[in-house]
C-alpha cells in the first residue's frame, strides 16, 4: 500500500503532463478527422485520481509492482483520447486515419466476454469498440513539445451510442459494485445494450439514405460532409479492402468552399473530374487531386482557389494564422514563387505531370532536373495545402529554378516554333 500512496502523490504531480498529453493527440484528431468530413466527437482525459488508484490496487497483487515505475509502465490509460462515431460505417476512414498519422503499438477490439464465474449469459454483445495503444509522431508537434512522443496513449474508436452505454454500465454501474450486480441489472443492462444496437443499425441506415440522396440529387452538396460522403463512397466503389484502401480523401472543407465558389459544387459537376483521378496509396488526397486538375485546366482558379483557402482558414477553430494568408499577396515571397510556379504549369500543361510522374514527355530532363522539379512540386504543395509556410531561402530557391527552367523550355520550343513556321 505504501507504494501504491507513492505512485499516487508522484502522478498527482505529472497529471498536468498527462492531461496535456491527451489534449494534444485529441486535437489532432478532432482536425484531422473534421476537415476531412467526418463526424466525430473528440474527448481527451487524464486518468482521475480515485479511478487509477482503484485500478492499481485491483491489479497490485497480480502484478507484485517493485516500484513506481513498474507502475506507470503497466498503465496504459494514463493519457486518453475518445473519438465517438455519429456513423458506424465511418469506422474504417477513422482506423485509416490513426494508422497514417499516429505510431500504433497494439490494437484491441471489443467485446469481451465478463470475466468472472458465473457471469450473466448476455442477448447482446455488450461494448463494441477499438481500443488503440499508440504515439505521436515526432514530425506532428513542435520542437519543444516533441518529448510528449515518447509517451502512451489509449486511443477509443466506438460510436456516440455504445460509448453512451459504456459510460453507463463502467462508471455508474461496474465502479460501484467491482462488477457484481443481481440478475435483474444485468437484465435492464442487457436491454439497453440491445437498443443501442437498434440504434447503431438506424444510424447505419441513416447514412446509407443520405449518400443515396447526395448520390441522386444534381442540386449543389449542402456542406463539406455531404461532399465527404460522395468521394468516400467514389473511394469504396474503386478500391476493394486490403492496402489501397488507405487512399486518402483529404480536406474536404476547403475544396467544398473551392466547388462552391466556381459552381462545381454537386455530383455532376464534380463526377468526370473524380473519375480522371487516381486512387491507391501512394497517390495524393483526392480532394488534392481534384483542386490540383481544376487549377491546371484555368490557371485564373488560383485567386479563387486563394480566396477559398482563406475563408475557410479564418473561420476555421484549428486553422493557424498562415491558412488566413493570401499566398498571392504583392511583394511576398510567397507570391514571387506561386506565380513562377503558375507560369511553369502554364507552359508545360499536362506535361508538367508526366514529368512529375516519370512519364515520357517531348523533352528531356537530366535526373538532377527532374528531382528538382519534384521539389518544386512538393513545396508548392507546402505553400497552398499545408499550415505553414515554407521558409524564404526555400521559396527563394525554388522560385530561382523554376525561372531558370521556364527559360530553359522557352529556349528548347523557340527552334520548334522556327521550324513549323518555315
Known amino acids: 500500500m505504501a507504494l501504491i500512496r507513492e505512485f499516487i502523490e508522484d502522478y498527482r504531480g505529472r497529471i498536468g503532463h498527462f492531461q496535456h498529453l491527451a489534449e494534444t493527440c485529441a486535437y489532432q484528431c478532432e482536425r484531422a478527422l473534421k476537415r476531412q468530413g467526418l463526424?466525430?466527437?473528440?474527448?481527451?482525459?487524464a486518468k482521475r485520481l480515485d479511478s487509477l488508484a482503484l485500478k492499481v490496487e485491483n491489479?497490485?497483487?497480480?502484478?507484485?509492482?517493485?516500484?513506481?515505475?513498474?507502475?506507470?509502465?503497466?498503465?496504459?490509460?494514463?493519457?486518453?483520447?475518445?473519438i465517438a462515431l455519429y456513423f458506424p460505417q465511418d469506422r474504417k476512414e477513422v482506423d485509416q486515419f490513426i494508422r497514417t498519422h499516429f505510431t500504433v503499438e497494439s490494437v484491441k477490439d471489443f467485446p469481451e466476454a465478463l470475466g468472472h464465474p458465473g457471469a450473466y449469459q448476455k442477448q447482446f454483445l455488450g461494448y463494441v469498440g477499438r481500443h488503440?495503444?499508440?504515439?505521436?509522431?515526432?514530425?506532428?508537434?513542435?520542437?519543444?513539445?516533441?518529448?510528449?512522443?515518447?509517451?502512451?496513449?489509449?486511443?477509443q474508436v466506438g460510436?456516440?451510442?455504445?460509448?453512451?452505454?459504456?459510460?453507463?454500465?463502467?462508471?455508474?454501474?461496474?465502479?460501484?459494485?467491482?462488477?457484481?450486480?443481481?440478475?435483474?441489472?444485468?437484465?435492464?443492462l442487457d436491454e439497453l445494450n440491445g437498443l443501442m444496437y437498434e440504434g447503431e443499425v438506424a444510424l447505419e441506415r441513416l447514412q446509407t439514405a443520405v449518400k443515396k440522396r447526395v448520390n441522386a440529387e444534381h442540386q449543389p452538396f449542402s456542406n463539406h460532409y455531404e461532399l465527404s460522403s460522395f468521394l468516400s463512397d467514389q473511394k469504396r466503389r474503386i478500391l476493394q479492402p486490403g492496402p489501397d484502401c488507405r487512399f486518402a480523401i483529404g480536406r474536404t472543407d476547403v475544396?467544398?468552399?473551392?466547388?462552391?465558389?466556381?459552381?462545381?459544387?454537386?455530383?455532376?459537376?464534380?463526377?468526370?473530374?473524380?473519375?480522371?483521378?487516381?486512387?491507391?496509396?501512394?497517390?495524393?488526397?483526392?480532394?488534392?487531386?481534384?483542386?490540383?486538375?481544376?487549377?491546371?485546366?484555368?490557371?485564373?482558379?488560383?485567386q479563387q482557389?486563394?480566396?477559398a483557402r482563406i475563408a475557410v482558414g479564418s473561420s476555421d477553430p484549428f486553422g493557424t494564422p498562415y491558412e488566413a494568408l493570401s499566398v498571392f499577396a504583392e511583394g511576398s515571397r510567397l507570391c514571387s514563387f506561386m506565380r513562377s510556379w503558375v507560369a511553369l504549369e502554364q507552359a508545360l500543361g499536362e506535361g508538367l505531370y508526366k514529368v512529375l510522374k516519370g512519364e515520357p514527355t517531348g523533352f528531356a530532363l537530366d535526373p538532377a532536373a527532374e528531382e528538382q522539379?519534384?521539389?518544386?512540386?512538393?513545396?508548392?504543395?507546402?505553400?497552398?495545402?499545408?499550415?505553414?509556410?515554407?521558409?524564404?531561402?526555400?521559396l527563394e530557391e525554388g522560385e530561382e529554378f523554376l525561372s531558370r527552367f521556364t527559360e530553359f523550355?522557352?529556349?528548347?520550343?523557340?527552334?520548334?516554333?522556327?521550324?513549323?513556321?518555315?
Request: aromatic letters at 8%.
Open 39 to 45: 463526424r466525430v466527437l473528440v474527448t481527451s482525459r
Open 59 to 82: 491489479r497490485a497483487q497480480e502484478k507484485n509492482y517493485q516500484n513506481i515505475q513498474e507502475i506507470y509502465d503497466d498503465i496504459v490509460d494514463l493519457a486518453g483520447v475518445r
Open 132 to 155: 488503440y495503444r499508440l504515439y505521436l509522431k515526432p514530425e506532428s508537434l513542435p520542437p519543444e513539445e516533441r518529448h510528449l512522443s515518447s509517451h502512451v496513449i489509449e486511443v
Open 159 to 188: 460510436t456516440v451510442l455504445m460509448h453512451a452505454w459504456a459510460e453507463v454500465e463502467h462508471d455508474l454501474v461496474y465502479k460501484s459494485t467491482g462488477g457484481f450486480l443481481s440478475q435483474e441489472e444485468y437484465n435492464i
Open 255 to 302: 475544396l467544398f468552399q473551392f466547388l462552391k465558389m466556381i459552381g462545381l459544387n454537386s455530383v455532376p459537376a464534380l463526377r468526370p473530374i473524380v473519375q480522371e483521378c487516381s486512387f491507391g496509396p501512394e497517390e495524393e488526397p483526392l480532394a488534392q487531386q481534384i483542386i490540383d486538375r481544376l487549377l491546371l485546366s484555368d490557371s485564373d482558379l488560383y
Open 305 to 307: 482557389y486563394d480566396s
Open 373 to 394: 522539379l519534384r521539389q518544386g512540386k512538393r513545396l508548392r504543395d507546402r505553400v497552398l495545402f499545408g499550415c505553414l509556410p515554407p521558409s524564404d531561402e526555400e
Open 409 to 422: 523550355l522557352r529556349r528548347e520550343a523557340e527552334p520548334k516554333l522556327q521550324e513549323k513556321q518555315a
